[in-house]
């Protein structure tokens, strides 16, 4: 069990004895929960499949894809040795949502916490899930998620713990897009001179599948776990004839709000209350649609079946179709009505000690087309940054400090870039440790007139308060004073909408290297992020099983 030590002075051994000690003296002055320990043993290999009824490779976790989903209690150990039988590829999985206190190391980032696991190898990833809610995992290499390499994680409150909702059964719904080209056909495109986008997907899947049924009980309430596992598309969700409440968002629980249909972005669980209180004579339609982009993907359709009606009566009626896919109001509007519960308000800092804006573009970088932020597309180096940072390999990445603004008073975020130009690099952004930082995320034109995406941005290792939403250019002066500083949400996934900004506050309180990034596949893969880096030097020694590449394969035989 690696266990860090941020008590400096402290050996392994000593650092592991004060923790207990701490633990008993907590556990004397609260109500016991055990805690358990689950040991899983996954393989991780290509196998065929037809999710849409197209035959091709997927990446399969125990023969699933998705994988199995994972069920834990707030506050077990999660102990999970994955072998890679992928022949000829590397893998890593991240465990999105899981903060990772304590075990950075575990995060499940190739090139910013560990080496890839390489074909044939098996690598254990230990961690402590420390918060009740809906989290995922998927793979963190390269377009690894775009195969199918991904799955839910349930996190429970302990028992005798009661939340601010009710209901009789819970449903689980992992949704995604699906292609027909591989990963591998996606990842060459978008690296050639000769730029190859990845297009539309062929099909939106419901719980990896086309056809799906979701069985209900007249009368019964249901709790429905979901999570976007999306590629590239904004999606919205819709249950024919029920109104869905909003009442959990990346773990942390929503003021209710009642709505006909969800925006869900890629990275981004939430759970929905839905009742079972329609016709009980007949099915209805699930429809799953893309939005923010123009749809060249037909809906994705499941059946809510009323239990005893038969699962394969089709509903009397055509399958939703979804919002206007570029309504961008309605969408902006839907994001500003998730706040915090009132009964579970955890109040940010007034202010922030430093403020970081990150402009979101696309460029290009010696002819090749990039995803850049502050001009820059981010390449990560050989060696690992939590390595190098630990071991003090200095050389292996570049020390000058990222960039943490852009000229914003006469950038105009409408037009496409006079110059395009940008470059690649792989500075970091240091931060002083416990300090409270903002992230302001704008947008801006794509290389295309009148086209600005929606970026859903994921964090590593924290959770965010969502401060605001705008449309339009950010103004540092002006739009800090409308701030939510009363009952916003926390998450860690959120979307940065078209022509838009999005501001964000956390606590820099989790010593290690940690991601922040567009959470598309393809944007993330051709440079759309950056990385934070906060108190490595309060980790004890790092595990040998995270080294072997780059300027780390020394260390390893040390």
Same mark, same amino acid.
């Given at each position: ?133 809906? !989290? ?28 601010? #909702? ?45 056809? #799906? ?12 776990? &979901? ?56 099915? !209805? ?21 009323? !239990? ?21 109001? !309605? ?7 998730? +706040? ?23 460029? +290009? ?16 180096? *050989? ?25 914003? +008073? ?17 500075? &970091? ?6 300090? *409270? ?103 004890? +020694? ?17």
């Amino acid at each position: 069990m690696f266990i860090n030590s941020s008590y400096v002075g402290l050996k392994g051994h000593q650092a592991t004895q004060l923790l207990f000690l701490f633990s008993l003296c907590l556990l004397s002055s609260i109500n016991i929960i055990e805690a358990t320990v689950q040991h899983l043993k996954w393989e991780i290999k290509y196998e065929y499949r037809s999710p849409d009824c197209f035959k091709k490779l997927s990446i399969t976790v125990n023969g699933l894809s998705p994988g199995p989903t994972i069920t834990a209690t707030q506050g077990d150990t999660l102990i999970i040795q994955v072998t890679n039988s992928l022949i000829t590829e590397n893998t890593a999985i991240h465990w999105h949502g899981i903060r990772q206190r304590g075990t950075p190391w575990s995060d499940g980032t190739q090139g910013i916490t560990q080496c890839p696991i390489l074909p044939g190898e098996t690598f254990t990833y230990q961690f402590v899930v420390d918060r009740a809610g809906t !989290y995922m995992y998927h793979a963190h290499y390269e377009m690894q998620r775009s195969a199918g390499l991904h799955g839910l994680i349930r996190v429970l409150v302990p028992e005798g713990t009661v939340e601010p #909702f009710s209901y009789d059964e819970e449903r689980s719904i992992v949704v995604n897009d699906w292609w027909h080209k591989s990963a591998i056909e996606q990842s060459t495109g978008l690296l050639s001179l000769n730029f190859s986008w990845v297009g539309e997907p062929q099909s939106l899947l419901i719980n990896g599948r086309g056809p #799906f049924v979701l069985t209900m009980v007249p009368g019964k309430t249901y709790r429905l776990r &979901i999570a976007s596992l999306a590629s590239l598309s904004a999606l919205n969700l819709e249950i024919e004839g029920h109104d869905m409440i909003i009442v959990e968002a990346d773990g942390h629980y929503v003021d209710p709000v009642i709505v006909k249909n969800l925006n869900i972005y890629s990275g981004e669980t939430y759970s929905i209350i839905v009742k079972a209180d329609q016709d009980p004579s007949r099915n !209805y339609w699930i429809g799953l649609n893309v939005i923010s982009r123009k749809p060249g993907t037909p809906t994705g359709t499941s059946i809510l079946n009323y !239990y005893p009606i038969s699962p394969f009566k089709v509903p009397p009626t055509l399958p939703p179709t979804g919002p206007l896919w570029n309504d961008t109001l !309605y969408r902006f509007n839907q994001t500003k009505l998730i +706040k915090s519960h009132p009964d579970h308000i955890e109040p940010p800092p007034p202010t922030s000690n430093r403020v970081i804006i990150l402009l979101n573009t696309q460029n +290009k970088v010696n002819g090749y087309i990039r995803w850049c932020v502050n001009n820059v597309s981010l390449n990560l180096p *050989t060696t690992p940054y939590l390595i190098a940072i630990k071991e003090k390999l200095r050389h292996v990445f570049s020390q000058k400090p990222a960039l943490e603004t852009y000229k914003y +008073k006469n950038y105009d975020i409408h037009s496409v870039l006079k110059n395009p130009n940008a470059t690649l690099g792989n500075s &970091i952004h240091r931060l002083e440790f416990n300090s *409270t930082v903002d992230l302001i995320l704008q947008n801006a034109n794509a290389l295309s007139s009148n086209i600005s995406e929606t970026h859903p941005w994921h964090l590593h290792g924290h959770d965010f308060w969502v401060l605001g939403y705008g449309l339009g250019k950010f103004d540092p002066q002006i739009d800090p004073k409308n701030y939510n500083l009363v009952d916003p949400i926390q998450k860690n996934t959120v979307p940065l909408h078209p022509y838009g900004w999005t501001a964000l506050r956390f606590q820099a309180d989790n010593p290690g290297v940690w991601s922040f990034h567009c959470h598309l596949e393809a944007h993330f893969f051709i440079g759309m992020g950056v990385v934070l880096e906060e108190g490595v030097e309060r980790l004890g +020694k790092l595990p040998k099983s995270i080294m072997g590449c780059g300027q780390s394969k020394s260390l390893v035989r040390t």
